[in-house]
């Protein structure tokens, strides 16, 4: 089956959303953090424990996986859910940020993208049919139209014909899709123009795409000129459809988005961050690496029900984990700051049924911030 959504609620003092996102391995409240499995794994984790912190849906990176292991070993071994024993909902990007950050813009033409691959320096095009193709391959519930990810900033004129170019693709890529189980995605973009982002938005909902994400944001841009961005596209999506804001994860910017009618989020930065000791808290993220953790024997967060802060792993232990670069540190970290995102969306939800989101948002920043 397709993903099903339904809005069940707008939050009265914002543009908020309570929805139900269902899906051919259960059904899940929104908005939703879904943390990042690139090559088929979240960093260091394994799927029970991303269980263990309430996940949904997980993401899984198409350029990636059709590199290594081949997206037809995927196939064999019955599509993603099996080959990574996942059974939850996954969702693969398109391969259009690895576009933005591999390609030069005289590589991108009508035809694809000509890049070399990162592993061996072997020329690869990858082309709108191509990408769903690959993910069709995949067997992911949820794919991503192959779009152009602009940077920036970027002239007036380049976006006009970049975001005709992404509506060309998003054509292409829509008449090649055929996995019956799979929901494709549109992507809007539009850089920091309402007019194109409406365009974009309007072309992209004639074609009935079963949700719609918003990308070319995270891309160099101050978070005002983000948020700006995101209601430029909120605004003329049909409320009848999920949105999904692409490679967003900063808990300030998953409250204003959320605030703007972001259903859901994705980021690399919990498990990255973790690699580097660096932790969510409440008041605001700590460097677990910093000396005067050396002798501190309290959880992470006293009020925190992740396993790392349940167990009573203490700073001490994790930094001194972190120092000596074992990888359970990595691993219990990461369980932390993944929990600690999908709890926020947990109260975020709270919230709208309440219509107490500014209140909360408010209460937030004063103790994220120290205000």
């Known amino acids: 089956m397709k993903i099903e959504y339904t809005l069940l609620k707008k939050e009265k003092n914002s543009d908020a959303r309570l929805g139900k996102l269902k899906t051919n391995y259960g059904t899940f409240e929104t908005p939703m953090f879904m943390p990042v499995g690139t090559e088929a794994t979240v960093k260091t984790l394994s799927v029970e424990e991303i269980k263990d912190v309430h996940a949904g849906i997980i993401l899984a990176n198409t350029y990636h996986l059709w590199l290594r292991p081949g997206e037809d070993i995927i196939a064999r071994a019955g ?72 940077g920036y900033p970027a002239t007036r004129e380049y976006v006009e014909k970049s975001v005709e170019r992404t509506l060309r693709w998003a054509k292409r890529g829509l008449q090649v899709h055929n996995n019956p189980n799979q929901s494709l995605f549109g992507i809007v973009q539009g850089g920091e123009y309402e007019d194109l982002r409406r365009h974009c938005v309007e072309e992209l909902v004639k074609m009935d795409f079963d949700g719609y994400s918003i990308g070319g944001t995270s891309v160099g841009e101050d978070k005002p000129t983000m948020y700006k961005m995101v209601s430029y596209a909120t605004k003329y999506l049909p409320s009848d459809k999920v949105r999904y804001l692409m490679g967003v994860g900063d808990p300030i910017d998953i409250i204003e988005n959320v605030m703007r009618g972001i259903d859901l989020f994705d980021c690399v930065s919990p498990t990255r961050l973790a690699r580097h000791g660096h932790a969510y808290t409440k008041y605001g993220k700590i460097n677990i690496k910093n000396s005067k953790y050396k002798d501190d024997f309290t959880p992470i967060s006293i009020d925190c029900d992740c396993y790392t802060c349940k167990s009573k792993y203490s700073k001490a232990y994790l930094r001194h984990l972190i120092v000596a670069n074992e990888t359970l540190g990595a691993r219990l970290l990461s369980i932390h700051n993944i929990r600690f995102l999908i709890h926020l969306t947990e109260d975020l939800r709270e919230a709208i049924k309440n219509d107490t989101i500014l209140a909360y948002k408010e209460q937030f920043i004063k103790d994220y911030y120290h205000t």
């Open 79 to 150: 599509g993603l859910h099996e080959f990574m024993h996942y059974d939850g909902p996954i969702l693969t990007d398109s391969g259009g940020y690895q576009v933005f950050s591999l390609a030069r813009p005289k590589d991108i033409t009508e035809e694809g993208v000509h890049f070399k691959n990162h592993l061996n320096g072997d020329p690869l095009l990858l082309t709108p049919e191509k990408s769903i193709e690959i993910q069709n391959k995949l067997d992911s519930d949820i794919a991503m139209s192959f779009d152009e990810c602009i």
